[in-house]
């Protein structure tokens, strides 16, 4: 069972409360994340780069966010665990976003689905409204949607009166929308600060910010961009730990070890011929 429910969110919305949210993509990582009292855990669309060594986040496959949703959801009791709906796992037909979530939630064990929203998206809108009746929570996403890197020409700064840019009413709107269809909270992301403030206040659900500034109802980053640990580039991330180092170390210092014959010791072997 959920340790913590949508409504939760909502009430730390108007409590003023900051909500913590991080991606998590593997059994290990997720059982710290459960110890140190995240509130939300993603496995993101993100896993492709950072864990899965394509190019892109668009090569990532259902099958693939499945599996990683369910090794996290075996090794957390309390996070709220969401679960991307990677790029054309929905959007086909109506049926096939149905499908595609019921299989995060059912089967691989996500307590909500996210998926990008763009501005205008009736096709998602209606996805949600549909989810979201049929019992599974959803998370929009708005701001940069990167699944719609091919179409736009690249990933851009949202919020911004530009011709690449969705304007501030336009992504006001589409929270609004978002909102009315029953999402219980948006990611908005790589937005103007000012853009993402007026969307924060614009609705009752709470907003998650990344690269959106600091007037969002919470924040979200990608785990490897905070540990150091391979990252995934994200620009506007902060890090808080150089994994990087310590692992690097730690395999040098293994096949050192080996080499000269260090490891393994005595206290390393079943029933030795000597004492070393
Ligand atoms: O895939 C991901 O990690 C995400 C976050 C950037 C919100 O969607
Ligand atoms: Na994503």
Request: glycine letters at 10%.
């Amino acid at each position: 069972m959920p340790g913590r429910s949508v409504r939760e969110f909502t009430r730390m919305k108007r409590e003023g409360e900051p909500i913590t949210m991080l991606t998590t993509y593997d059994a290990p990582t997720a059982r710290l994340v459960d110890d140190c009292d995240v509130d939300i855990a993603l496995v993101g669309d993100s896993v492709g780069n950072t864990q899965l060594g394509y190019d892109s986040w668009m090569d990532v496959t259902l099958d693939e966010i499945a599996s990683h949703t369910a090794a996290v959801a075996r090794s957390m009791e309390d996070t709220f665990l969401i679960a991307d709906l990677p790029f054309m796992s929905y959007g086909a037909s109506l049926e096939q976003g149905v499908e595609s979530a019921g299989r995060l939630v059912k089967e691989a064990g996500a307590d909500a689905v996210k998926l990008e929203t763009p501005p205008g998206g009736e096709v998602t809108v209606e996805l949600v409204d549909r989810l979201v009746e049929l019992g599974i929570p959803v998370q929009g996403h708005i701001g940069l949607n990167s699944q719609r890197e091919k179409a736009e020409g690249g990933n851009f700064v949202q919020g911004k009166e530009r011709e690449e840019s969705a304007s501030a009413a336009e992504l006001v709107e589409t929270a609004e929308r978002l909102e009315a269809a029953g999402a219980f909270s948006l990611i908005v992301e790589l937005t103007a600060e000012d853009a993402a403030r007026r969307i924060t206040e614009s609705i009752g659900i709470p907003t998650i910010g990344i690269g959106a500034g600091r007037y969002v109802d919470g924040q979200v980053l990608v785990v490897n961009d905070v540990l150091g640990f391979g990252g995934s580039g994200y620009r506007l991330s902060k890090r808080y730990a150089d994994l990087d180092s310590v692992v690097s170390e730690a395999v040098s210092e293994y096949a050192a070890e080996v080499r000269s014959g260090e490891f393994p010791a005595v206290e390393h072997t079943f029933d030795p011929v000597d004492e070393g």
